[in-house]
């Protein structure tokens, strides 16, 4: 399997961002998918997963309201649409995926996660 995220970049507060992440190798439509982040001096924390079919989601309270995460697994492919940046959002984004068992998984800790992409930085400049 193999990850790939782009369209991190350099952003003023209060814009949007949209991160892209292609997946292949495998049945995309049997991962959970989730996007973490990592900033300078931090530990990896988790932004948002997403279960096999796209119904069940979940966010952590830091982006919950000003991110979005979809799917499209004709495409296979994973998004997380960012909104309302704030300096706090500064950080390399991970894609990653989740051999799960079950369809309704959305997974928050990185080490459920099978495979990772390379992350893409997200600087937001106040």
């Known amino acids: 399997v193999q990850l790939q995220a782009s369209g991190g970049g350099l952003v003023q507060a209060g814009d949007s961002l949209r991160l892209p992440c292609e997946f292949s190798?495998?049945?995309?439509?049997?991962?959970?998918l989730g996007w973490f982040r990592q900033a300078p001096g931090k530990e990896r924390e988790f932004v948002a997963s997403i279960g096999w079919t796209g119904s069940m989601k979940n966010y952590a309270n830091s982006v919950r309201g000003r991110f979005t995460i979809s799917r499209d697994n004709a495409k296979n492919t994973v998004d997380l649409q960012m909104s309302s940046l704030n300096s706090a959002d500064t950080a390399i984004y991970y894609c990653?995926?989740?051999?799960?068992?079950?369809?309704?998984?959305?997974?928050?800790?990185?080490?459920?996660?099978?495979?990772w992409g390379q992350g893409t930085q997200v600087t937001v400049s106040s």
């Open positions: 990653a995926a989740d051999r799960s068992a079950y369809s309704w998984s959305t997974p928050i800790r990185a080490a459920e996660y099978d495979f």
């Open positions: 190798g495998s049945t995309f439509s049997r991962y959970a």
